[in-house]
């Protein structure tokens, strides 16, 4: 099974991102069967990403593509993870 990598963008102080980081911890951790990699980045740390997506924070790629932004659906974050095993 190949390795499956969410990239979840934001910054520190951002209520929404604090949120968002919780329910791919909770997606994430229910399917452990699934190799998965998290990495948070912080559009204060990078030019381009802010450029990117400073007004849609929290942003959610899997595996390089946007899945989703602002509010994190546990449901469709599954639903779409488990199609990719």
Known sequence: ???ITLT???KPGCHLCDDAEAVVATVVKALPEQNIAVEELSI????EL???Y???IPVLL???KVHNYWRID???LTTALKELS
Do not use: H, V
Request: avoid cysteine; charge should be negative.
């Open 1 to 3: 099974m190949s390795e």
């Open 8 to 10: 979840l963008i934001g």
């Open 44 to 47: 204060e740390d990078d030019k």
């Open 50 to 52: 802010f450029d990117s």
């Open 54 to 56: 400073w007004d849609q």
């Open 62 to 64: 899997i595996n390089g």
């Open 74 to 76: 546990p449901e469709r």
